[in-house]
């Protein structure tokens, strides 16, 4: 293997038992031990490539975001249409929060650790880069100052639906999300925006 493969390897290897551990652990709970063994590489190795754990997980986080933009922007581009691009979109991204191992073990036992970043300021930069994120999947559907548009809207309806209890809709399930897509998105993303300036 070529040492920039090999080095890629490693480091993906530290990336993918990170999300593991936290899995497991928690992030708290989590050691650079603990990841170097789940990856079965040495401890040394991992700090060669990362300095910390802070920037391990930070790395880790990346990974998994890249990874939902590279899954939601083929999904769109194999849509024939702007609804079944935002179903696909909605349906897959929230399978994905909803099946993160990780991820919903830091929400049941660890959200101290989230809040700061989804409440009050925060949680506005959160959505706004969610919806760049499904933003970017809809260029070949729609212009890109109607896709930015479209792209926050379908990230706030989507997050206010996905709740860990309590929610009238199953955003994992297909059919379930083109209905709420039908009603509450569609006819959002499709009204021209207002050139009037509001009465007062």
Same mark, same amino acid.
């Given at each position: 293997?070529?040492?920039?493969?090999?080095?890629?390897?490693?480091?993906? &290897?530290?990336?993918?038992?990170?999300?593991?551990?936290?899995?497991?652990?928690?992030?708290?709970?989590?050691?650079?031990?603990? $990841?170097?063994? /789940?990856?079965? +590489?040495?401890?040394?190795?991992?700090?060669?490539?990362?300095?910390?754990?802070? %920037?391990?997980?930070?790395?880790? $986080?990346?990974?998994?975001?890249?990874? *939902?933009?590279?899954?939601?922007?083929?999904?769109?581009?194999?849509?024939?249409?702007?609804?079944?691009? *935002?179903?696909?979109?909605?349906?897959?991204?929230? %399978?994905?929060?909803? !099946?993160?191992?990780?991820?919903?073990? *830091?929400? &049941?036992? !660890? =959200? /101290?650790?989230?809040?700061?970043?989804?409440?009050?300021?925060?949680?506005?930069?959160?959505?706004? !880069?969610?919806?760049?994120? *499904?933003?970017?999947?809809?260029? %070949?559907?729609? =212009?890109?100052?109607?896709?930015?548009?479209?792209?926050?809207? +379908?990230?706030?309806?989507?997050?206010?639906?996905?709740?860990?209890?309590?929610? =009238?809709?199953?955003?994992?399930?297909?059919? /379930?999300?083109?209905?709420?897509? %039908?009603?509450? $998105?569609?006819?959002?993303?499709?009204?021209?925006?207002?050139?009037? =300036? +509001?009465? &007062?």
């Amino acid at each position: 293997m070529a040492p920039d493969a090999a080095a890629s390897s490693l480091n993906q &290897r530290a990336l993918d038992a990170v999300m593991r551990c936290v899995a497991r652990y928690g992030v708290s709970k989590t050691t650079i031990d603990d $990841v170097a063994k /789940e990856a079965g +590489i040495s401890r040394a190795t991992i700090y060669r490539y990362f300095p910390n754990k802070a %920037r391990l997980l930070e790395a880790a $986080v990346a990974a998994e975001v890249a990874g *939902v933009a590279a899954d939601l922007k083929a999904l769109a581009q194999q849509a024939d249409s702007l609804e079944t691009a *935002v179903v696909a979109i909605v349906t897959h991204g929230s %399978r994905r929060i909803v !099946e993160h191992d990780a991820l919903q073990f *830091v929400l &049941r036992c !660890e =959200p /101290e650790v989230l809040l700061p970043y989804l409440t009050f300021t925060a949680g506005d930069r959160f959505l706004a !880069e969610a919806g760049a994120l *499904v933003a970017s999947a809809l260029a %070949r559907h729609l =212009p890109p100052a109607r896709a930015a548009r479209a792209g926050e809207w +379908i990230a706030r309806v989507a997050f206010a639906y996905l709740t860990p209890t309590g929610s =009238p809709v199953d955003m994992t399930d297909q059919q /379930e999300v083109a209905d709420l897509v %039908r009603t509450f $998105v569609l006819p959002g993303l499709l009204a021209e925006p207002s050139t009037n =300036p +509001i009465a &007062r």
